[in-house]
């Protein structure tokens, strides 16, 4: 099984923060789109499945919640797609190498927030609303149970959760670059997502269909997306940003130089 050094790694998701930062702008949004949906799809599978786990088994509802919502990640990273938690790494780290400009990198996050917002309420609206598959009984019963956590925590500590879930997310995404085979490439993304969905991490491209899946059901109202959106943003921009990208960027400024 292959895989890169540290090293390799600042060398390789720099290059990939450029190729974010230079993609046409229709571009940048519809494989937002994409992403948007894939990390929707992967959560609404994740309420599918833990709904249907029995309460006697305890908190394996969340263990294996946390397992399938990985689907989403791989098609991000597998099939092709921009998302933003990944970006909130790379391409800072590509500014740091110097290698974007401070509006690439504006442009870029501002272009996939819109791009995973919309196909994120895509698949909560179609999917879970007018084919209905978090609208009922256990699905329903779970979705409102995850959505009551995420916005029932405040400001700061949604803060905090978004920094460790996109710490983690970054993480996942910056060991795939340097996967240098399938299974490299599935283990890489497979163990830090599936840590931050079991400790209840906020995600915001995951609760851009996990909330508007609520209002959509009734169950909250847009005020309540909006007063989540705000400090998860914040969290995951400070988890991806700081925490990785900057972290790795102080570490091997010198690699940086020479190879990128």
């Not at 940048?28 to 029995?54: E, M």
């Not at 998860?232 to 990208?245: D, K, M, R, S």
Request: glycine share 14%; aromatic share 12%.
């Amino acid at each position: 099984m292959g895989y890169a050094k540290p090293e390799q790694l600042a060398a390789l998701s720099v290059q990939a923060g450029e190729k974010k930062a230079n993609q046409p702008l229709p571009a940048q949004i519809l494989l937002g789109f994409a992403a948007g949906a894939f990390i929707a799809i992967g959560f609404l599978l994740a309420i599918k499945v833990s709904a249907g786990v029995p309460a006697s088994w305890g908190g394996m509802n969340g263990v294996i919640g946390a397992a399938v919502f990985l689907l989403g990640l791989i098609l991000c990273l597998g099939a092709g797609g921009e998302l933003l938690t990944g970006n909130m790494m790379a391409v800072p780290l590509a500014w740091f190498a110097g290698k974007v400009s401070l509006r690439q990198w504006v442009s870029n996050w501002l272009a996939i927030t819109i791009g995973n917002f919309a196909g994120a309420l895509f698949v909560a609206y179609v999917f879970g609303h007018l084919v209905g598959l978090t609208e009922h009984g256990a699905a329903l019963a779970r979705m409102t149970d995850l959505s009551s956590g995420k916005l029932e925590e405040s400001f700061f500590v949604a803060l905090l959760s978004g920094i460790g879930c996109n710490w983690l997310v970054s993480l996942a995404v910056w060991m795939a670059y340097g996967a240098k085979d399938g299974a490299g490439f599935a283990i890489a993304i497979w163990f830090p997502t599936m840590a931050f969905v079991a400790l209840g991490f906020q995600h915001v491209v995951a609760n851009m269909f996990l909330i508007p899946a609520t209002i959509f059901a009734g169950q909250a109202d847009w005020l309540d997306w909006l007063s989540n959106f705000i400090p998860v943003y914040l969290g995951n921009a400070i988890g991806g940003c700081v925490f990785v990208g900057g972290l790795y960027a102080l570490v091997y400024a010198r690699t940086l130089k020479e190879k990128v």
